[in-house]
């Protein structure tokens, strides 16, 4: 039976609209493309404790490398005391880096050494137009001043084993590192005790203000009172490079649980360390650095890595060692 022509018409009109709409829900938004694949580099710490050196003389503490893993991304862990070829290498295959905390002489370390290689080279990359990202916490956040204004400008800012608000700049609402923050989760951040302090020295806001290279390249987003008065920068992000730092920790908020330590463990904080993991990992996600070799790509990351048990021993209840 022949089917008439209007009736044919409505039905033609009708597959084309169903395709038409179907096409357009499966095409791609507007925006740049991502790698959802992305590899976060930490740089692994001298061992400097003598009840953990038994383990290994290079370490990484879990808590950084879950921190990573929560925002969406893998982890390699890179060794100390390789070559500047090797960490040429390194920085083609990895996605951002990470600069943890620990206790080593930020000029003359072989941490420092190989911190300074990769900041060199990220700082190269961005230069030339690629998008690589550089994360430090506490340690790794007064490397970042240490390397931006090649001298050492850190002083006793001791706030140890205590958790803070932050007292946020004019500058933190319009940052990229709390872009994703609710205005709730701003205010809990700048009102309760959800950041975990855990250092001897840092950098003052006077001692920073005073020094142009890192006026010039960082943005004071917050700062904090030490023990003896000071006033010191606590966290930080690069004005045009993807480069960011904070003098405490948000890590131990979700994976750090020593009862002897003012770790925050609040909804707040645990939504203060989400948010900042998802946030850098997205950060990653604008570089396009990749393994050629997927076999490579399997033996460098940290899965191949068992964690060992320290809490008995140090404040970590996990480290991987090397």
């Known amino acids: 039976m022949e089917m008439p022509e209007k009736m044919l018409s409505l039905l033609v009109f009708a597959m084309v609209f169903v395709f038409g709409v179907s096409a357009k829900a499966m095409s791609p938004g507007p925006g740049k493309p991502v790698n959802n694949r992305p590899i976060i580099g930490i740089l692994a710490q001298q061992v400097v404790d003598k009840a953990m050196d038994r383990f290994g003389k290079t370490y990484i503490p879990a808590s950084y490398v879950k921190e990573m893993e929560s925002g969406g991304s893998r982890v390699m862990p890179i060794r100390l005391n390789q070559t500047l070829p090797e960490y040429e290498k390194i920085f083609k295959t990895i996605n951002g880096m990470l600069f943890i905390g620990g206790a080593v002489n930020l000029k003359t370390s072989d941490y420092a050494r190989a911190a300074k290689a990769f900041y060199r080279l990220a700082v190269e990359a961005n230069d030339a137009g690629e998008y690589f990202p550089i994360w430090g916490t506490c340690m790794g956040f007064q490397l970042l001043t240490v390397l931006v204004a090649r001298e050492n400008l850190l002083s006793n800012t001791t706030a140890e084993n205590v958790a803070l608000p932050l007292n946020l700049t004019a500058e933190a609402p319009s940052s990229r590192m709390f872009q994703g923050f609710s205005d709730e989760l701003l205010k809990a951040l700048s009102h309760e005790n959800i950041t975990g302090n855990f250092h001897h020295y840092g950098i003052t806001e006077k001692a920073f203000r005073g020094n142009e290279r890192l006026q010039q390249f960082f943005s004071i987003l917050s700062t904090n ?46 939504s203060v360390s989400s948010s900042l993991a998802t946030f850098f990992v997205n950060e990653a996600r604008k570089s396009f650095h990749h393994f050629r070799d997927p076999e490579e790509e399997r033996a460098a990351l940290i899965y191949n890595y068992a964690p060992v048990y320290v809490g008995n021993i140090s404040g970590y209840e996990q480290s991987y060692f090397f």
Not at 239 to 253: I, L, S
Request: glycine content about 6%; charged content about 20%.
């Open 225 to 270: 009172i030490a023990e003896n008065g000071a006033e010191f920068v606590s966290t930080m992000e690069g004005r045009k490079y993807p480069f960011y730092g904070v003098q405490w920790h948000p890590e131990v908020n979700r994976f750090q649980w020593n009862p002897k330590k003012n770790y925050p463990h609040s909804q707040n904080a645990a």
